[in-house]
């Protein structure tokens, strides 16, 4: 690697009321990382986020972010004025990441840079990316800035507006990057010729530590569901070769004894015969001792008992299942993915192939417009009373989608021109005395979490007392 590579990447901070590491990365951007490598660019990639800085564990009077299991935990966090527009909002607000004087020290490092690349992610996170861009372009002012990620692609009009960068790129493909970049005159490093990247992987290798690595094995859905931009940002279903996915695993655990990996893919589970069960079945071939999550979500109805089993024998530790609701006629007009009898029975062949309660949470959507309290309410029952964990998500608004009109006509917030508002954390689409039933479900999901740990307990001990082998 030359001393003074030609092109940064940057990671931004997240501006939000809370955040956690729940295996977040920049898959994005490490992938266009490996991508510019394999091209012959040399990179110098800066992680607003990275908990592991070493100048943050030197800085006095700082308490380390707490980690937990599996590689997840909490970012370092300072806490900031709030927005204008989130004036109103009665809870902290903060900047999640390093410091900024040791991201500018980060961006000194580099003299002239031939290209500053940053990534974005969530709409209601732009205030980061702002941030990261003024700084900079303060340390670099001729050094052209090149925005890209889901929220370029999904407020392009407003990213061109507020934030600061000289280009946002809208596209998914790498080689419309590699277009622009060659016609702005950068071209690759005469320095890097002829030498060969580590991998094709997304970059990680480039992060300060390794916790875990962040799979996709396909991109897209084939599903449409009304509140999901799955569709606008991936319009093709497309699922990569099993056998170089376990390629993947096996470099990052044989190189960097990576045991944790979460699958970042819309639609794991589809077109199993051909694409998971047989991954799956390499794994446990090969004896590794890894441990799979899926943070992202996985469709119930594809877990059957052999799948159940391959899964729970692969290593899956936590899994996340998209129920969004109980209420199938609110199903009906919202997705497709779920029909009455397919939650109970995926979640009785998951018990039966040995996974605890404890491991599978169900995703239950909060806020939805026209969603009634009642029905969040039964939703938790529902999960609870079939044996797993509910967990709320909140609804978080999304440009570009089929319910984008009606969550317009359903807010009291201005979605159209201020993305703050899409934070899951206001439930823009409810309204107040909905939102303030919040706390009682959430103290819901709490005692049905305690009731499904005490049922589970109870049916383990009934088992070992009549000999039945869970
Ligand atoms: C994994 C994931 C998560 C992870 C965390 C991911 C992370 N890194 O932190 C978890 C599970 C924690 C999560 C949580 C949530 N998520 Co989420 N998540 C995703 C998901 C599935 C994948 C993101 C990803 O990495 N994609 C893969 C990479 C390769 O794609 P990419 O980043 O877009 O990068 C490509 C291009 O954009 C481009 N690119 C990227 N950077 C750059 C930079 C430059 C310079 C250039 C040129 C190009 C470029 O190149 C890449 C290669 O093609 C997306 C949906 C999706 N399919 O993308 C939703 C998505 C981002 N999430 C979404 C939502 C709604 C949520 C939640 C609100 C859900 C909830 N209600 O709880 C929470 C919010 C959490 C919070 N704290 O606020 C929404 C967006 C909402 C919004 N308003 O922005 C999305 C779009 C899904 C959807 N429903 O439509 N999420
Ligand atoms: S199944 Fe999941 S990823 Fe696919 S469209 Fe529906 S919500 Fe989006």
Same mark, same amino acid.
């Given at each position: ?155 392009? *009009?407003? !990213?061109?507006?507020?934030?600061? &960068?000289? /280009?946002? +790129? ?8 590699? @277009? #622009? ?83 970042? *893919?819309? !639609?794991?589970?589809?077109?199993? &015969?051909? /694409?998971? +069960? ?8 090969? @004896? #590794? ?182």
């Amino acid at each position: 690697m030359p001393k003074n590579p030609s092109l940064v990447l940057i990671n931004p901070w997240i501006h939000d009321f809370a955040a956690y590491d729940l295996w977040s990365k920049p898959l994005g951007l490490l992938q266009l990382a490996a991508y510019l490598r394999q091209k012959g660019y040399s990179i110098r990639f800066i992680d607003c986020l990275d908990v592991y800085h070493p100048a943050m564990q030197v800085r006095a009077g700082l308490k380390p972010p707490k980690r937990r299991a599996y590689g997840t935990g909490k970012f370092w966090k300072e806490a900031i004025p709030k927005p204008p527009p989130l004036r109103h909002i009665n809870r902290v607000y903060s900047r999640y990441g390093i410091l900024p004087d040791i991201f500018k020290e980060e961006l000194r490092k580099v003299s002239k840079p031939k290209a500053i690349l940053i990534t974005s992610l969530m709409t209601y996170w732009y205030p980061g990316v702002s941030e990261a861009i003024r700084i900079a372009k303060e340390v670099h002012p001729s050094t052209p800035v090149i925005l890209g990620g889901i929220y370029a692609r999904l407020c392009t *009009d407003h !990213a061109r507006g507020h934030c600061t &960068a000289d /280009h946002v +790129v809208t596209s998914s493909d790498p080689s419309d990057l590699l @277009g #622009l970049l060659n016609d702005l005159k950068i071209f690759p490093d005469e320095v890097m010729q002829g030498t060969q990247p580590p991998h094709s992987y997304p970059a990680f290798d480039l992060l300060t530590k390794i916790d875990y690595i962040c799979l996709l094995t396909s991109t897209g859905c084939p599903y449409r569901c009304r509140y999901c931009s799955s569709r606008f940002l991936y319009p093709q279903f497309r699922q990569r070769d099993p056998d170089d996915v376990f390629e993947e695993i096996l470099y990052w655990h044989r190189h960097y004894q990576v045991t944790d990996f979460a699958f970042y *893919d819309d !639609a794991l589970l589809i077109n199993g &015969a051909q /694409h998971f +069960v047989p991954l799956m079945e390499r794994i446990v071939s090969s @004896g #590794l001792k890894l441990r799979f999550h899926t943070p992202n979500a996985i469709h119930i109805r594809e877990i059957d008992l052999e799948v159940a089993r391959l899964m729970r024998r692969a290593g899956f530790a936590t899994l996340r299942i998209g129920l969004e609701t109980a209420d199938f006629a609110l199903h009906r007009v919202l997705d497709n993915k779920i029909k009455e009898g397919e939650f109970e029975r995926g979640v009785r062949n998951l018990l039966k192939a040995g996974f605890q309660s404890s491991q599978i949470g169900a995703y239950i959507m909060v806020g939805l417009p026209n969603q009634s309290v009642q029905s969040v309410k039964e939703t938790i029952d529902f999960v609870a009373a079939n044996g797993a964990m509910p967990y709320l998500a909140e609804y978080s608004p999304i440009p570009h989608t089929d319910l984008w009109k009606t969550a317009l006509d359903a807010s009291e917030y201005d979605l159209a021109s201020e993305p703050l508002f899409h934070n899951n954390t206001l439930l823009p689409c409810w309204d107040e005395s909905k939102r303030a039933k919040l706390p009682e479900l959430k103290e819901k999901v709490r005692e049905a979490r305690g009731m499904t740990d005490v049922k589970a307990q109870m049916t383990s001990e009934r088992r070992q007392k009549t000999g039945v082998r869970s």
